[in-house]
Protein backbone atom coordinates (compact mmCIF):
# COMPACT_ATOMS: atom_id res chain seq x y z
CA UNK A 1 0.00 0.00 0.00
CA UNK A 2 1.16 3.72 -1.00
CA UNK A 3 1.66 5.88 1.55
CA UNK A 4 0.29 9.08 2.20
CA UNK A 5 2.26 12.27 2.31
CA UNK A 6 -0.96 14.25 3.13
CA UNK A 7 -1.22 14.79 7.03
CA UNK A 8 -4.18 13.76 8.92
CA UNK A 9 -6.80 16.48 8.95
CA UNK A 10 -6.67 16.59 12.67
CA UNK A 11 -3.05 16.87 13.28
CA UNK A 12 -2.20 20.11 13.34
CA UNK A 13 -4.71 20.78 16.45
CA UNK A 14 -2.63 19.96 19.45
CA UNK A 15 -0.13 22.16 17.83
CA UNK A 16 -2.16 25.10 17.20
CA UNK A 17 -4.42 24.31 20.73
CA UNK A 18 -0.84 25.08 22.10
CA UNK A 19 0.10 28.13 20.39
CA UNK A 20 -3.52 29.40 21.36
CA UNK A 21 -2.55 28.53 25.14
CA UNK A 22 0.21 30.19 24.84
CA UNK A 23 -1.39 33.42 23.44
CA UNK A 24 -4.10 33.12 25.85
CA UNK A 25 -1.91 33.29 28.55
CA UNK A 26 0.12 35.60 28.19
CA UNK A 27 -3.30 38.12 27.37
CA UNK A 28 -3.71 37.34 31.03
CA UNK A 29 -0.89 39.06 31.95
CA UNK A 30 -0.18 41.26 29.58
CA UNK A 31 -3.41 43.08 28.63
CA UNK A 32 -4.37 46.89 28.86
CA UNK A 33 -7.58 49.11 29.29
CA UNK A 34 -7.28 52.34 27.07
CA UNK A 35 -9.92 53.76 29.01
CA UNK A 36 -7.86 54.07 31.93
CA UNK A 37 -4.38 53.37 30.32
CA UNK A 38 -4.51 56.36 28.13
CA UNK A 39 -4.79 60.12 29.00
CA UNK A 40 -7.80 61.21 27.81
CA UNK A 41 -8.08 64.23 29.73
CA UNK A 42 -5.20 66.67 29.47
CA UNK A 43 -5.72 68.60 25.85
CA UNK A 44 -3.75 68.06 22.93
CA UNK A 45 -0.54 70.20 22.85
CA UNK A 46 0.48 71.29 19.78
CA UNK A 47 3.73 71.15 19.75
CA UNK A 48 4.09 67.63 19.47
CA UNK A 49 3.57 65.56 16.35
CA UNK A 50 1.47 62.89 15.47
CA UNK A 51 3.89 60.07 14.58
CA UNK A 52 7.41 60.38 13.72
CA UNK A 53 8.20 63.15 10.87
CA UNK A 54 9.84 60.92 9.18
CA UNK A 55 6.85 58.47 8.67
CA UNK A 56 5.14 61.48 6.97
CA UNK A 57 4.03 60.72 3.15
CA UNK A 58 5.72 64.48 2.30
CA UNK A 59 9.06 64.10 4.47
CA UNK A 60 12.12 64.57 2.54
CA UNK A 61 10.16 66.58 -0.23
CA UNK A 62 10.80 70.40 -1.51
CA UNK A 63 7.55 71.36 -0.14
CA UNK A 64 8.38 69.40 3.49
CA UNK A 65 11.36 71.87 3.61
CA UNK A 66 9.35 74.80 3.04
CA UNK A 67 6.59 74.28 5.87
CA UNK A 68 7.09 75.40 9.63
CA UNK A 69 7.73 73.33 12.29
CA UNK A 70 4.04 73.77 13.31
CA UNK A 71 2.92 73.10 9.84
CA UNK A 72 4.87 69.76 9.83
CA UNK A 73 2.91 68.65 13.50
CA UNK A 74 0.20 69.63 12.10
CA UNK A 75 0.26 67.69 9.13
CA UNK A 76 1.72 64.28 11.20
CA UNK A 77 -1.37 64.72 13.29
CA UNK A 78 -3.42 64.36 10.96
CA UNK A 79 -1.49 61.64 9.18
CA UNK A 80 -1.55 59.96 12.75
CA UNK A 81 -5.61 60.65 13.05
CA UNK A 82 -5.85 59.01 9.04
CA UNK A 83 -3.65 55.97 10.08
CA UNK A 84 -5.59 55.03 12.92
CA UNK A 85 -9.42 55.06 10.83
CA UNK A 86 -8.21 53.02 8.31
CA UNK A 87 -6.86 50.88 11.12
CA UNK A 88 -10.85 50.79 12.54
CA UNK A 89 -11.97 50.51 9.21
CA UNK A 90 -10.04 46.99 8.67
CA UNK A 91 -9.82 45.95 12.48
CA UNK A 92 -13.81 45.45 11.50
CA UNK A 93 -13.39 43.12 8.66
CA UNK A 94 -10.81 41.43 10.69
CA UNK A 95 -13.34 41.16 13.39
CA UNK A 96 -16.70 39.85 11.04
CA UNK A 97 -13.56 37.13 9.37
CA UNK A 98 -12.55 35.82 12.77
CA UNK A 99 -16.24 35.28 14.08
CA UNK A 100 -17.02 33.86 10.70
CA UNK A 101 -14.28 31.09 11.10
CA UNK A 102 -15.09 29.99 14.58
CA UNK A 103 -18.49 29.98 13.92
CA UNK A 104 -20.65 27.01 15.64
CA UNK A 105 -16.91 25.19 16.16
CA UNK A 106 -16.20 24.03 19.86
CA UNK A 107 -16.05 26.43 22.82
CA UNK A 108 -13.85 24.56 24.64
CA UNK A 109 -11.02 24.35 22.09
CA UNK A 110 -8.29 27.23 23.04
CA UNK A 111 -8.49 28.30 19.48
CA UNK A 112 -12.36 29.23 19.82
CA UNK A 113 -11.36 31.24 22.74
CA UNK A 114 -8.07 32.98 22.18
CA UNK A 115 -10.61 34.25 18.67
CA UNK A 116 -13.31 35.70 20.87
CA UNK A 117 -10.30 37.25 22.95
CA UNK A 118 -8.75 38.90 19.68
CA UNK A 119 -11.93 40.22 18.53
CA UNK A 120 -12.43 41.88 22.48
CA UNK A 121 -8.86 43.35 22.01
CA UNK A 122 -9.70 44.65 18.51
CA UNK A 123 -13.23 46.44 20.31
CA UNK A 124 -10.84 47.81 22.42
CA UNK A 125 -8.27 49.22 19.82
CA UNK A 126 -10.92 50.38 17.17
CA UNK A 127 -12.45 52.61 20.36
CA UNK A 128 -8.93 53.72 21.28
CA UNK A 129 -7.90 54.53 17.92
CA UNK A 130 -11.37 56.62 17.23
CA UNK A 131 -10.78 58.47 20.85
CA UNK A 132 -7.23 59.10 19.84
CA UNK A 133 -7.98 60.48 16.29
CA UNK A 134 -11.17 63.24 17.80
CA UNK A 135 -8.35 64.20 20.33
CA UNK A 136 -5.98 64.97 17.36
CA UNK A 137 -8.86 67.50 15.97
CA UNK A 138 -8.90 65.16 13.16
CA UNK A 139 -12.16 64.34 11.02
CA UNK A 140 -13.44 60.87 10.43
CA UNK A 141 -11.35 59.84 7.59
CA UNK A 142 -12.64 57.25 5.70
CA UNK A 143 -11.23 55.10 2.39
CA UNK A 144 -12.77 55.80 -0.92
CA UNK A 145 -16.60 54.57 -1.76
CA UNK A 146 -14.94 52.02 -3.88
CA UNK A 147 -12.75 50.41 -1.07
CA UNK A 148 -15.07 50.42 1.14
CA UNK A 149 -17.41 48.17 -0.96
CA UNK A 150 -14.23 46.09 -1.71
CA UNK A 151 -13.62 45.64 1.48
CA UNK A 152 -17.73 44.34 2.21
CA UNK A 153 -16.95 41.25 -0.19
CA UNK A 154 -13.71 40.68 1.14
CA UNK A 155 -14.52 40.31 4.59
CA UNK A 156 -17.80 38.21 3.32
CA UNK A 157 -15.88 36.09 0.44
CA UNK A 158 -12.33 35.58 1.87
CA UNK A 159 -11.75 32.51 4.47
CA UNK A 160 -8.89 30.54 5.38
CA UNK A 161 -5.30 31.82 4.24
CA UNK A 162 -6.48 34.59 1.99
CA UNK A 163 -8.44 36.44 5.31
CA UNK A 164 -5.21 35.42 7.93
CA UNK A 165 -2.71 36.63 5.15
CA UNK A 166 -4.34 39.48 4.58
CA UNK A 167 -4.93 40.43 8.33
CA UNK A 168 -1.11 39.70 8.84
CA UNK A 169 -0.06 42.48 6.30
CA UNK A 170 -2.20 44.83 7.67
CA UNK A 171 -1.28 44.24 11.30
CA UNK A 172 2.81 44.11 10.29
CA UNK A 173 2.36 47.33 8.48
CA UNK A 174 0.84 49.22 11.30
CA UNK A 175 3.28 47.37 13.62
CA UNK A 176 6.48 48.35 12.05
CA UNK A 177 4.95 52.04 12.11
CA UNK A 178 3.90 52.49 15.41
CA UNK A 179 7.33 50.72 17.21
CA UNK A 180 8.67 53.91 15.65
CA UNK A 181 6.42 56.32 16.94
CA UNK A 182 5.95 55.01 20.93
CA UNK A 183 9.45 55.57 21.20
CA UNK A 184 9.67 58.99 19.78
CA UNK A 185 9.48 61.94 22.27
CA UNK A 186 8.67 64.42 19.98
CA UNK A 187 5.37 62.65 19.72
CA UNK A 188 2.39 63.42 21.94
CA UNK A 189 2.65 61.43 24.80
CA UNK A 190 -1.13 59.85 24.84
CA UNK A 191 -0.57 58.65 21.09
CA UNK A 192 2.92 57.16 22.28
CA UNK A 193 0.63 55.12 24.72
CA UNK A 194 -1.80 54.25 22.28
CA UNK A 195 1.05 52.89 20.01
CA UNK A 196 2.69 51.32 23.11
CA UNK A 197 -0.64 49.39 23.65
CA UNK A 198 -0.99 48.30 20.22
CA UNK A 199 2.41 46.89 19.87
CA UNK A 200 2.22 44.99 22.51
CA UNK A 201 -1.36 43.67 21.72
CA UNK A 202 -0.95 43.32 18.46
CA UNK A 203 2.19 41.30 18.64
CA UNK A 204 0.26 38.45 19.74
CA UNK A 205 -2.41 38.89 16.74
CA UNK A 206 0.32 38.32 14.68
CA UNK A 207 1.75 34.95 15.90
CA UNK A 208 -1.99 33.66 15.75
CA UNK A 209 -2.31 34.91 11.76
CA UNK A 210 0.98 33.52 11.00
CA UNK A 211 0.02 30.29 12.42
CA UNK A 212 -3.14 30.10 10.88
CA UNK A 213 -1.32 31.16 7.58
CA UNK A 214 0.67 28.08 7.76
CA UNK A 215 -1.93 25.84 8.80
CA UNK A 216 -4.21 26.39 6.20
CA UNK A 217 -1.90 26.67 3.52
CA UNK A 218 -0.23 23.46 4.67
CA UNK A 219 -1.98 21.17 2.42
CA UNK A 220 -3.28 23.91 -0.53
CA UNK A 221 -2.76 23.19 -4.08
CA UNK A 222 -0.79 25.15 -6.86
CA UNK A 223 -4.07 26.49 -7.71
CA UNK A 224 -5.19 28.04 -4.70
CA UNK A 225 -2.43 28.92 -3.87
CA UNK A 226 -2.35 31.36 -6.89
CA UNK A 227 -5.50 32.54 -6.39
CA UNK A 228 -5.26 33.22 -2.73
CA UNK A 229 -1.95 35.14 -3.04
CA UNK A 230 -3.64 37.32 -5.36
CA UNK A 231 -6.43 38.24 -3.53
CA UNK A 232 -4.13 39.00 -0.15
CA UNK A 233 -1.75 41.16 -2.60
CA UNK A 234 -5.14 42.94 -3.96
CA UNK A 235 -5.85 43.48 -0.49
CA UNK A 236 -2.52 44.65 0.63
CA UNK A 237 -2.42 46.97 -1.42
CA UNK A 238 -5.86 48.53 -1.07
CA UNK A 239 -5.40 48.89 2.76
CA UNK A 240 -1.78 50.56 2.98
CA UNK A 241 -2.92 53.08 -0.10
CA UNK A 242 -5.94 53.78 2.20
CA UNK A 243 -3.62 54.49 5.12
CA UNK A 244 -3.23 58.65 4.47
CA UNK A 245 -6.54 60.35 2.98
CA UNK A 246 -6.01 62.29 0.53
CA UNK A 247 -7.74 65.22 2.44
CA UNK A 248 -5.24 64.86 5.37
CA UNK A 249 -3.45 67.67 4.08
CA UNK A 250 -5.81 70.31 3.17
CA UNK A 251 -7.08 69.79 6.77
CA UNK A 252 -3.46 70.63 7.76
CA UNK A 253 -3.53 73.52 6.29
CA UNK A 254 -1.52 72.78 3.51
CA UNK A 255 -1.46 73.16 -0.55
CA UNK A 256 -3.12 70.09 -1.40
CA UNK A 257 -2.76 69.57 -4.92
CA UNK A 258 0.72 70.50 -4.27
CA UNK A 259 1.49 68.09 -1.46
CA UNK A 260 -0.74 65.59 -3.04
CA UNK A 261 1.45 65.69 -6.14
CA UNK A 262 4.83 65.55 -4.07
CA UNK A 263 4.00 62.72 -1.82
CA UNK A 264 3.37 60.45 -4.75
CA UNK A 265 6.58 60.68 -6.34
CA UNK A 266 8.49 60.98 -2.31
CA UNK A 267 11.07 58.44 -2.38
CA UNK A 268 11.95 58.65 0.58
CA UNK A 269 8.53 57.40 2.04
CA UNK A 270 8.43 54.43 -0.57
CA UNK A 271 11.96 53.52 0.57
CA UNK A 272 10.64 53.80 4.09
CA UNK A 273 7.92 51.03 3.19
CA UNK A 274 9.67 48.85 1.34
CA UNK A 275 12.58 48.40 4.57
CA UNK A 276 9.78 48.20 7.05
CA UNK A 277 8.33 45.66 5.26
CA UNK A 278 11.25 42.95 4.60
CA UNK A 279 10.02 40.50 7.47
CA UNK A 280 6.00 40.66 6.14
CA UNK A 281 7.81 39.75 2.52
CA UNK A 282 9.85 37.03 3.62
CA UNK A 283 7.28 35.13 5.60
CA UNK A 284 4.65 35.57 2.85
CA UNK A 285 7.08 34.34 0.17
CA UNK A 286 8.20 31.30 2.93
CA UNK A 287 4.20 30.70 2.34
CA UNK A 288 5.08 30.50 -1.09
CA UNK A 289 2.36 33.63 -1.36
CA UNK A 290 4.64 35.78 -3.22
CA UNK A 291 3.49 34.84 -6.95
CA UNK A 292 4.65 36.90 -9.69
CA UNK A 293 0.84 38.51 -9.91
CA UNK A 294 0.46 39.12 -6.54
CA UNK A 295 4.70 40.96 -6.59
CA UNK A 296 2.88 43.56 -9.55
CA UNK A 297 0.65 45.12 -6.38
CA UNK A 298 3.19 44.97 -3.69
CA UNK A 299 5.26 46.90 -5.70
CA UNK A 300 2.56 49.52 -6.69
CA UNK A 301 1.91 49.92 -2.79
CA UNK A 302 5.65 50.13 -2.04
CA UNK A 303 5.64 47.22 0.14
CA UNK A 304 8.79 45.27 -1.94
Given at each position: MASSTVPPKNQDR???QDVARRLLDSAAKLSYD??????????????????SPEWSTLYGT???QELTEGQQMALTRQEAASVASTGIWFEMIL?????RDMYAKDPTDPRFQW???????????SIMFARGAAKLGAPAYRPPRMVIELGRAFKTLAFGEAAYAAILVAEEVLDVMQRDWMRDERVAPFVRTINNIHVVEESRHMKFARDETRKHLRNAGPLRRQINSLVVAIASYYIVTSMVNRD?????????DRARAEAGTNEHHKSLMRASCSGLMEFLASARLLTRPALFFYKRANLI
Amino acid sequence: MASSTVPPKNQDRPAAQDVARRLLDSAAKLSYDPATEVDWNTPLDTGHHGASPEWSTLYGTAYWQELTEGQQMALTRQEAASVASTGIWFEMILQQMILRDMYAKDPTDPRFQWALTEVADECRHSIMFARGAAKLGAPAYRPPRMVIELGRAFKTLAFGEAAYAAILVAEEVLDVMQRDWMRDERVAPFVRTINNIHVVEESRHMKFARDETRKHLRNAGPLRRQINSLVVAIASYYIVTSMVNRDVYANAGLDSDRARAEAGTNEHHKSLMRASCSGLMEFLASARLLTRPALFFYKRANLI
